[in-house]
């Protein structure tokens, strides 16, 4: 019998999961959702689902793995909604994002295993990089297939303890608002030098992914490439000067410390 996965919420990470396993080979027939939203069903009807509806009934009772894909504020009442339906057999991927393990138990049958993710929003085009935790009582085969699910969508990590997902979300969780930030404020001084809006923007975007892309491809590390495009008495040795001097090390350091302390405290005001 293969897998079943129910999607709880069908918004914007859960219809990038959905598609991505449907063209990892996951048939649309394994595949359900449940939205109060016709349009978002409407989505995945068009990716094949047959399997959906706008209330959960009977939707999970037989699942292998239930996806809760909702905002974190709606969490409790949504995952009641289920919670009695979900057999002992089954687990719960949870991506709401902040919301401990122990109050996701409150609301589901305490045999149901559960996973908790830190996803990130380029998962929305595939390129998603998401991080999952698991108690030692979670059984191999739920690992695997919430791994399927988020590898969808991206790549995946699994991280030792679930008060690491608090660092998970400074750097990865958080993280592309940061880069956002950075893209800005390269383009917006590359306008202020004279260049076009939209060139800058653009020279911008393409260096970004450009970097990363070198990056991940490359032997070298980091630092190395760095270093290569870093010649001594040079104009790129000059801007790191610049950063150097103006403590950008410490001072993302900072900004990722106080998110990951912020994350730490709203799980606790969850918990
Ligand atoms: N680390 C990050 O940056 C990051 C990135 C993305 C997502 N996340 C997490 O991923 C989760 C999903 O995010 P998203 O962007 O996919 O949200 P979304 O696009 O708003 O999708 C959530 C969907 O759930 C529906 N919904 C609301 N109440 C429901 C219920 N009781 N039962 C079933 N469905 C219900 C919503 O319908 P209505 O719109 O009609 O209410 C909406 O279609 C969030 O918890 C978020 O924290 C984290």
């Known amino acids: 019998m293969l897998p079943q996965i129910a999607f709880l919420g069908a918004g914007n990470m859960a219809t990038a999961m959905i598609t991505g396993?449907?063209?990892?080979?996951?048939?649309?027939?394994?595949?359900?959702?449940c939205d109060p939203s016709e349009d978002a069903l409407l989505r995945l009807e068009a990716a094949g689902l047959t399997q959906l509806s706008t209330?959960?009934?009977?939707?999970f009772a037989d699942v292998d793995l239930a996806v809760l894909a909702v905002k974190p504020q709606v969490v409790p009442n949504a995952l009641?909604?289920?919670?009695?339906?979900?057999?002992a057999g089954a687990a719960l991927l949870s991506i709401a994002a902040g919301i401990p393990i122990s109050s996701l138990r409150r609301h589901v049958e305490t045999d149901v295993a559960v996973i908790r993710c830190m996803p990130n929003t380029p998962a929305m085009i595939g390129l998603g990089a998401s991080a999952l935790y698991a108690g030692g009582d979670v059984k191999g085969e739920h690992r695997a297939l919430a791994e399927q699910v988020t590898n969808a969508a991206g790549t995946t990590v699994w991280v030792a303890s679930e008060d690491?997902?608090?660092a998970v979300t400074a750097v990865s969780g958080s993280g592309p608002a940061y880069f956002f930030a950075l893209i800005e404020a390269i383009a917006r001084a590359g306008?202020?030098?004279?260049?076009?809006?939209?060139?800058?923007?653009?020279l911008t975007l393409q260096t970004a992914m450009g970097a990363a892309a070198l990056a991940q491809q490359s032997d070298d590390g980091v630092a190395k490439l760095r270093e290569n495009v870093t010649s001594p008495g040079g104009t790129t040795e000059?801007?790191?000067?610049?950063?150097?001097?103006?403590?950008?090390?410490?001072?993302?350091?900072?900004?990722?410390?106080q998110c990951a302390a912020r994350a730490a405290a709203l799980g606790k005001e969850f918990g």
Do not use: C, W
């Open 21 to 33: 396993l449907i063209a990892q080979g996951f048939a649309p027939a394994q595949l359900r959702a």
């Open 55 to 59: 209330s959960p009934e009977s939707l």
């Open 80 to 87: 009641s909604s289920i919670g009695h339906e979900l057999s």
């Open 164 to 166: 690491l997902l608090d």
């Open 191 to 202: 306008a202020e030098l004279g260049l076009d809006e939209k060139v800058a923007m653009s």
């Open 238 to 257: 000059q801007a790191l000067l610049s950063l150097q001097s103006n403590q950008f090390e410490a001072i993302v350091s900072e900004a990722v410390r």
